[in-house]
């Protein structure tokens, strides 16, 4: 609601619609989990690539999201710890572990996509009126560097780029249809 008031706002972005499914999130997002692997996957990797960018907003010039970022970023270190207590039970199932492997990939890739490329024209306008720090490329770094640890110590492979920035969708924040 706080993103609004923004010049060049949308304008689907009107008090009015916050409770409509308007939102600007990856497809992968839009329907029910089809497991707790998946849970699971998206909190170890998504929702910390969602904490490396409100971390970029720490000290935003924009002060409603300067403000809020603290808290927000309170509530993500118990997901990253709920994340990854539950990833280091799902690794070390057998049964689980090939679920696990494919919801690593799939929200792997969705985290890495909705990070945007170094060029992503949104990112470079919020970066340039200083709401928000460093950029795609450093966002990434940041957020590798997160989550690489915890996949190594379970024996998991890291996510990767997408080979293509071909379709990308900013408004999105994803390549193509994201499905």
């Known amino acids: 609601a706080i993103l609004r008031?923004?010049?060049s706002?949308?304008?689907?972005?009107?008090?009015?619609n916050d409770l409509e499914?308007?939102?600007y999130n990856p497809a992968l997002l839009d329907a029910p989990f089809p497991g707790w692997a998946d849970v699971i996957a998206a909190l170890v990797l998504l929702d910390q690539a969602i904490s490396v960018v409100l971390e970029a907003g720490r000290?935003?010039?924009y002060a409603p999201l300067a403000g809020r970022v603290?808290?927000?970023?309170q509530e993500e270190r118990f997901h990253r710890i709920f994340g990854e207590g539950w990833l280091a039970?799902?690794?070390?199932?057998?049964?689980l572990r090939p679920r696990l492997l494919t919801a690593l990939e799939r929200?792997?890739?969705a985290a890495i996509t909705w990070l945007g490329p170094d060029d992503d024209p949104a990112a470079q306008t919020l970066i340039e009126s200083g709401i928000l720090a460093g950029g795609p490329a450093q966002?990434?770094?940041d957020w590798l560097a997160r989550v690489t640890p915890a996949l190594q110590k379970h024996g998991l492979s890291i996510p990767v780029a997408p080979a293509t920035w071909a379709g990308w969708n900013g408004q999105r924040r994803q390549v193509g249809d994201g499905k």
């Open 70 to 73: 603290g808290k927000m970023l």
């Open 21 to 23: 499914r308007a939102f």
């Open 59 to 61: 000290d935003s010039t």
């Open 89 to 95: 039970r799902l690794a070390a199932d057998e049964q």
């Open 139 to 141: 966002w990434r770094a």
């Open 9 to 16: 706002a949308p304008a689907e972005l009107s008090a009015e």
């Open 5 to 7: 008031d923004l010049p």
């Open 107 to 109: 929200f792997g890739a």
